[in-house]
C-alpha cells in the first residue's frame, strides 16, 4: 500500500485508523466507583503558553507581510493654498502748507504664500479726507535688490520698500508668528505705531468744551422750531470795484436763520437772446462773520466750528450797510415775509418794500432792460390727471424766416398748451440734420415791450397771436407759421368765441386750399385707372 501513488483512486482508509476512542473516566475499585484521574500533562503550564506563542509566531511568520499604503500627494500650490501672512504697519506722508508736519498712516500687509504676491491696504476712518482703502493690488514687488520680494525679507521692524513708499512692519497675527518661528526665522520686537498728529488735533478740538465740531452733531445748539425752514429775503445793492472805479449792482440776499447762512444771487435778467432758468449765484450759501478782517488780502473767516459773532437779521434791517468778506453791501428792502418776521422778533417798523431795479444793458442784445429783484419760481401745472379742456394741445407748422438759402428746407412743429398758454418747438428730421427739440415747453414773451408800464409786466404769446402766416419771434428767432393740423380747426369752431376772427379765417382758408388741391389730383387717378 505504501508503494502507490498519492492520485486520487489510489488512496485507502482502514475502519480501525478512523476509530479514537474516549478514555474512560468513571471506574470501579473494590466494588465502588471512582472517578478516575485526569492524565498528568508531560509539559507544565507555562512551557505550554510559550509552545502556544511559537506556533503564532511561525504561522504568521509565514505569511508574506502587505505593503503600507504610500502618503497622498498633494502639490506645492495646493498645500500653500489660502496660507496668508499677515502683518501691521504704518508709513509717513509729509503735509504741505498745513499745521501737522506729517501724516501717519496705518496699514495692513498681506503676503501670499502660493505665488509671493503682496497686497497693502489702509483701514477706511469716517471723516478723513484720505482716499483710504486698496493701496497695492495683489502682486509680486520687485526687490531694491534684484528679484522679488519674499517673506524671507519680511520680519518685525523691518522697512519694506515698495514703488518708492517706506512701510515699516510692527506687528503680526498669530498665524503668520508660528509659520515663521517653524520656519526657523527669528522674530523681533513688536512695535507700537504712532499716533497721527493730526488726528490727535481733530480729537482735541472735539474734547474742547468752547468749540462745536461736525464730528459731533449732537453738540451744536438745538435749532428752534420756529425757525425751521425760514428763508428771508432782502434787496440789497453789492459795491464793486472795476478800474479804480466803484459802482453798486442790484442783488438778492437771502438768510437763513435756521443755520445763520447768507447767500447772494443776482436778480433774473429777462432776457430774450438767452434762457436762464436759474439765477447766477455771487456768493454761495455760508456764515459771515459780523467784524470783518483782512490780513495781507486774505479773510479771517474764524476757525472750523467755532463760535463767533456772525451776521444777523437785526443787523440787515433795511436801511442798513453791512461788509460781507470785504465787500459792501447796501440793505434797501425786503419782502411781505421778512417784513413780518423783523416787526414779529425786533419790533422794527416802516421796512421799504423790495423795489424792482431799472439796469442799463446794450439796446443791441434784445433786453428788456428791467430786472425782477424778487426770485420766484415759475408756477409749473401739475402732473398727473387733467381735465380734457386742461389736456388740449394745438399742433403748428413753421418753417424759419431767413434769408439763408440752406434754412429753407427746415420745418418745425410749434405745440400750444392751452392750459397754461405755454409754446414747444420741435424740428422735424431732415437730410442731413437730427432734429429734436429746440424749445422747451414755457410761457414765451413777446419781443415789444411797452415802456410806459411802471411795473415789469411782459407781455407773452396766446392763441391770438397765432394764426397762419403769422411771424412770430422766439428768443430771437424769426419763424413763420405755415399749417395746422385739422383738430385746430375743429377745436377753433366749437370754440369761436374764445379764438381770434383771424385764427378761424385763416383755417378754413387753409384747408379749402388743400381740398382744391386734391380734387385734381383724384380725378386724374381715376382717368388712369379708366
Request: hydrophobic letters at 30%; a neutral charge; glycine letters at 6%.
Amino acid at each position: 500500500m505504501s508503494d502507490l501513488p498519492l492520485l486520487p483512486g489510489y488512496t485507502f482508509s482502514t475502519p480501525e485508523e478512523r476509530q479514537r476512542p474516549i478514555r474512560q473516566s468513571l471506574e470501579w475499585r473494590k466494588g465502588a466507583p471512582l472517578v478516575a484521574a485526569p492524565p498528568q500533562p508531560l509539559l507544565s503550564e507555562a512551557d505550554q503558553q510559550d509552545l502556544v506563542r511559537q506556533e503564532r509566531r511561525l504561522q504568521f511568520a509565514s505569511r508574506p507581510r502587505r505593503a503600507s499604503t504610500p502618503p497622498k500627494f498633494l502639490p506645492e500650490w495646493a498645500v500653500l493654498d489660502k496660507k496668508v501672512l499677515r502683518f501691521k504697519g504704518y508709513f509717513t506722508e509729509q503735509v504741505e502748507g498745513g499745521r501737522a508736519v506729517c501724516r501717519v498712516r496705518p496699514v495692513v500687509i498681506y503676503y501670499y504664500l502660493v505665488d509671493d504676491a503682496i497686497a497693502v491696504t489702509e483701514p477706511r476712518t469716517p471723516n478723513s479726507g484720505l482716499d483710504q482703502g486698496r493701496l497695492l493690488n495683489r502682486q509680486q514687488v520687485p526687490h531694491p535688490d534684484g528679484g522679488f520680494w519674499h517673506w524671507t525679507h519680511l520680519n518685525l521692524g523691518e522697512t519694506l520698500t515698495l514703488y518708492g513708499r517706506h512701510y515699516i512692519i510692527c506687528d503680526c497675527d498669530p498665524f503668520t508668528k508660528e509659520y515663521l518661528l517653524s520656519e526657523g526665522t527669528e522674530l523681533g520686537n513688536p512695535v507700537t505705531i504712532p499716533p497721527d498728529p493730526y488726528t490727535l488735533m481733530r480729537q482735541s478740538r472735539i474734547e474742547t468744551p468752547h468749540r462745536t465740531s461736525d464730528l459731533r452733531p449732537h453738540s451744536a445748539p438745538p435749532v428752534p422750531p420756529q425757525l425751521r425752514g425760514v428763508l428771508l429775503k432782502f434787496d440789497v445793492m453789492v459795491e464793486e470795484v472795476e478800474d479804480g472805479r466803484s459802482r453798486a449792482s442790484p442783488a438778492v440776499l437771502l438768510y437763513r436763520p435756521q443755520d445763520l447762512t447768507v447767500e447772494l444771487r443776482q436778480p433774473s435778467y429777462f432776457d430774450y437772446t438767452e434762457i436762464r432758468k436759474f439765477s447766477p449765484i455771487i456768493l454761495r450759501a455760508v456764515k459771515v462773520p459780523l467784524r470783518d478782517s483782512s490780513e495781507g488780502g486774505v479773510i479771517n473767516i474764524g476757525e472750523e466750528g467755532e463760535k463767533g459773532e456772525w451776521l444777523l437779521p437785526r443787523h440787515l434791517i433795511p436801511p442798513a450797510s453791512v461788509t460781507i468778506f470785504g465787500r459792501r453791501v447796501l440793505v434797501t428792502g425786503c419782502d411781505a415775509f421778512t417784513q413780518r418776521f423783523l416787526q414779529d422778533y425786533y419790533g422794527a417798523d416802516n421796512i421799504p418794500n423790495m423795489k424792482y431795479v431799472e439796469t442799463k444793458k446794450p439796446d443791441e442784445s434784445g433786453s428788456s432792460g428791467k430786472t425782477q429783484s424778487d426770485i420766484v419760481p415759475r408756477h409749473r401745472p401739475r402732473r398727473g390727471l387733467l381735465i380734457p379742456q386742461d389736456a388740449t394741445v394745438l399742433r403748428f407748422l413753421a418753417k424759419l424766416d431767413s434769408p439763408l438759402g440752406t434754412e429753407a428746407d427746415r420745418t418745425f412743429i410749434l405745440t400750444y398748451h392751452v392750459v397754461d398758454a405755454t409754446l414747444e418747438l420741435t424740428e422735424k428730421p431732415r437730410p442731413g440734420g437730427l432734429g429734436g427739440r429746440i424749445l422747451s415747453r414755457m410761457r414765451v414773451p413777446k419781443p415789444e415791450v411797452v415802456e410806459d408800464k411802471k411795473s415789469w409786466d411782459p407781455d407773452f404769446y396766446t392763441l391770438d397771436d397765432i394764426y397762419i402766416g403769422a411771424p412770430l419771434k422766439l428768443w430771437g428767432q424769426h419763424y413763420l407759421i405755415t399749417g395746422a393740423d385739422k383738430y385746430v380747426l375743429n377745436y377753433a369752431r366749437q370754440h369761436e368765441d374764445q379764438v381770434s376772427p383771424q385764427l378761424l379765417s385763416s383755417l378754413l382758408h387753409h384747408f379749402q386750399e388743400d381740398t382744391q388741391d386734391k380734387e385734381p389730383a383724384d380725378q386724374e387717378q381715376e382717368n388712369n385707372k379708366c
